[in-house]
């Protein structure tokens, strides 16, 4: 009956980013693995009806975030058809709207804060050679990861799901630190 939906109305807006959220940090393969890259492609359709048609709902800001991530995976990474290619300036636009995000959602819900966390380290892991490649600052990524990871570690949450998305951030921060200070390494070191 989705036909029958208003995509306007904020039920159906919101149920749209629930849909899209659980997609973007849940979504696995029947044999259990996940790529980032397929979880952008479940998720791109609710975050765009939203983008299109939802006027207002409660989670708009962090919705229309989300569909900045997703469109430019579609546009720069996901692509077959065309050959664009990320640009610094690329990233640094998509930057701006995690940081603008990041400064209107501390008001959210202890699960969206963290969704959207980890969400920002799966995309930072992602694309870490792709950044260096294009000279985005090092230290600009390496503040922004830290940052959502004091954000995430020093977050008060209660529901298991909450606790596990967490402590998913919090556990591998170290290594994931570790591993873009490596790439970035390796990338300058071939320039």
């Known amino acids: 009956h989705k036909e029958d939906f208003n995509m306007a109305d904020a039920q159906v807006a919101e149920l749209n980013y629930r849909i899209g959220l659980s997609y973007f940090n849940y979504y696995t393969n029947e044999?259990?693995?996940?790529?980032?890259?397929?979880?952008?492609?479940?998720?791109?359709?609710?975050?765009?009806?939203?983008?299109?048609?939802?006027?207002?709902?409660?989670?708009?800001?962090?919705?229309?975030?989300y569909y900045q991530i997703c469109s430019f995976y579609k546009k720069y990474i996901?692509?077959?058809?065309?050959?664009?290619?990320?640009?610094?300036?690329?990233?640094?636009?998509?930057?701006?709207?995690?940081?603008?995000?990041?400064?209107?959602?501390?008001?959210?819900?202890?699960?969206?804060?963290?969704?959207?966390?980890?969400?920002?380290?799966?995309l930072l892991n992602h694309q870490t050679e792709s950044m260096a490649s294009v000279e985005v600052e090092k230290d600009m990524v390496l503040s922004l990861m830290d940052r959502i990871y004091e954000k995430a570690k020093n977050l008060s949450v209660q529901?298991?799901?909450?606790?596990?998305?967490?402590?998913?951030?919090?556990d591998?921060?170290?290594?994931?630190?570790?591993?873009?200070?490596?790439?970035?390494?390796?990338?300058?070191?071939?320039?």
């Open 31 to 65: 044999d259990g693995s996940y790529s980032f890259a397929n979880r952008v492609q479940k998720a791109y359709p609710f975050f765009e009806t939203n983008f299109r048609q939802a006027q207002d709902f409660e989670n708009k800001i962090l919705s229309d975030c």
């Open 159 to 170: 529901k298991e799901q909450s606790k596990a998305l967490q402590k998913e951030i919090v």
């Open 78 to 122: 996901l692509s077959s058809v065309t050959l664009n290619e990320a640009s610094r300036d690329d990233y640094l636009q998509l930057f701006d709207n995690l940081e603008t995000t990041l400064e209107t959602i501390s008001g959210a819900g202890a699960h969206d804060q963290l969704a959207f966390y980890n969400g920002i380290f799966m």
């Open 172 to 191: 591998n921060y170290e290594d994931k630190r570790a591993d873009f200070e490596i790439t970035y390494a390796n990338i300058e070191e071939r320039r």
